[in-house]
């Protein structure tokens, strides 16, 4: 029998209940003769809890030290889950990220995993324990630091562990039957999909979709591994992450024949900054964006303006995440002489809807429907932009839920009967 992966959210774990209803998940596995390895979150709103505390503590804490806490988290549901097992008669072995061998670089608080030595999951494994694994965290192979993952990064855990432990699949299990049509907490008619390709999963969860880490489903596809994303608080099917939806996994828990739409995202965790006046001449965009580099800032969407005829200065409109603009304001402060514009502007109340789906390559129309389901809402547009399968909008932050809802329903997305439940978590 092969290697079950399994993954547990937050919201999976809020309590010592809940810990206990998943020990008895795992169990079970156990007892239908797989073998179990078990990457877990921390519990409940921890995460958040402990970045509240910290910055209760210190403005900006370092980052290194900010690492060393929210591990923490994870630490501590790892070892309720070994104890609930336990419990139940089984053996279980809880490893922290660098016990387990999850290498990363050594970004703290948004690490890559560069490898996977599970050599100490193995021997348990091979001992008979069920192996539980604290998620979202590592070691950096250069400096030896413990690291993080980024916000949702457990998800990205489970699947690296999967890949270097040649399981079968991945499950992650979470407060919601599966990836719908749009956040159920937003659109409580939205549609479980039986099925979707990586690559709308990969849109989905670049826009905001936190059903899913972005990096999870990058690893997914790179190593071939079938993401299957469930609830921990039910028995039913979810949806099946895989190559090609429609020929592969399996047929149960189809909702919906060749979408042309896979559904909606909506991201509030992005702010936007416009750099005023800058020169038109060659090279000032290159050494804003290697500033921003430098900064380890990753860019989302990126507008440049026609000059002014009369001035020939231009503003330059990007947008990232939200927890980067300090940085990013001091980077570009520290250039404002060289590069010469003239102010920064920054605006963190916006948000950002993404309609996505691979049937856009061939079907037309599709930006008029969606603009004009955005008109019809009083959404006004601020940003654009586009990818082969996907278009973003940047909207008010305000006027988020009323896009996403607008957009569902142009395009047919809601369902007859309301199947999206949310069986636990704040939405956080
Ligand atoms: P976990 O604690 O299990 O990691 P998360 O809160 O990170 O759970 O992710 C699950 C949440 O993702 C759901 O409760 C839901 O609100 C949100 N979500 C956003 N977009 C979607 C979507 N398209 N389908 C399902 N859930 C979504
Ligand atoms: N506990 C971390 C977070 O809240 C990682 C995770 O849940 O995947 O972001
Ligand atoms: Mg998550």
């Given at each position: 029998m092969g290697i079950v992966v399994q993954k547990y959210g937050g919201s999976s774990l809020a309590d010592a209940d809940a810990i206990k209803r998943v020990a008895r998940r795992i169990v079970d596995v156990k007892k239908s003769g797989h073998d179990v390895v078990v990457a877990v979150s921390a519990m409940g709103d921890t995460t958040d809890d402990l970045l509240d505390l910290a910055t209760g503590v210190s403005p900006l804490p370092p980052a290194r030290e900010m690492d060393m806490l929210l591990t923490a988290g994870e630490r501590i549901s790892m070892a309720l889950v070994a104890m609930a097992i336990s419990d139940l008669g089984f053996t279980a072995r809880s490893f922290t990220g660098s016990q387990a061998g999850v290498i990363t670089d050594s970004v703290h608080g948004k690490a890559k995993i560069i490898?996977?030595?599970p050599g100490r999951i193995t021997q348990a494994i091979g001992e008979g324990h069920i192996v539980i694994v604290a998620g979202f965290q590592g070691v950096s192979a250069d400096t030896k630091e413990i690291t993080t993952l980024g916000r949702g990064g457990t998800d990205t855990t489970a699947v690296a562990l999967a890949a270097a432990l040649e399981a079968d699949v991945c499950e992650i299990y979470t407060d919601v039957d599966g990836v719908f049509t749009a956040d159920p907490r937003i659109v409580p008619s939205a549609r479980k999909l039986g099925r979707v390709s990586y690559e709308e999963m990969l849109e989905l969860a670049a826009c905001?979709?936190?059903?899913?880490?972005l990096r999870c489903v990058e690893y997914g596809r790179r190593y071939g591994i079938p993401i299957h994303v469930r609830s921990s608080f039910s028995q039913l099917e979810g949806t099946w992450v895989v190559n090609d939806p429609q020929l592969s996994?399996?047929?149960?828990?189809?909702?919906?024949?060749?979408?042309i739409i896979a559904g909606v995202a909506h991201d509030r965790s992005e702010a936007k900054i416009t750099v005023v006046?800058?020169?038109?001449?060659?090279?000032e965009a290159a050494r804003i964006f290697e500033a921003l580099a430098d900064a380890q800032i990753n860019l989302d969407m990126i507008v440049q303006n026609i000059s002014a005829a009369a001035t020939s200065l231009t503003d330059i409109s990007f947008t990232l995440p939200r927890s980067d603009g300090q940085t990013a304001m001091t980077a570009l402060a520290r250039i404002q002489a060289e590069v010469g514009y003239d102010k920064l502007l920054y605006d963190d109340k916006i948000g950002k809807v993404s309609l996505i789906g691979a049937g856009m390559r061939s079907h037309p129309g599709i930006t008029s429907k969606f603009f004009g389901a955005l008109a019809s809402a009083g959404v006004n547009i601020g940003m654009i932009s586009t990818s082969e399968i996907r278009i973003s909008v940047i909207v008010d932050e305000n006027a988020v839920d009323d896009a996403v809802r607008a957009t569902h329903t142009a395009f047919d997305l809601d369902a007859d009967e309301v199947e999206a439940v949310v069986y636990g978590g704040t939405g956080r």
């Open positions: 490898d996977v030595t905001g979709a936190k059903i899913l880490h996994g399996p047929s149960q828990g189809e909702t919906m024949e060749q979408p006046g800058v020169p038109d001449k060659v090279g």
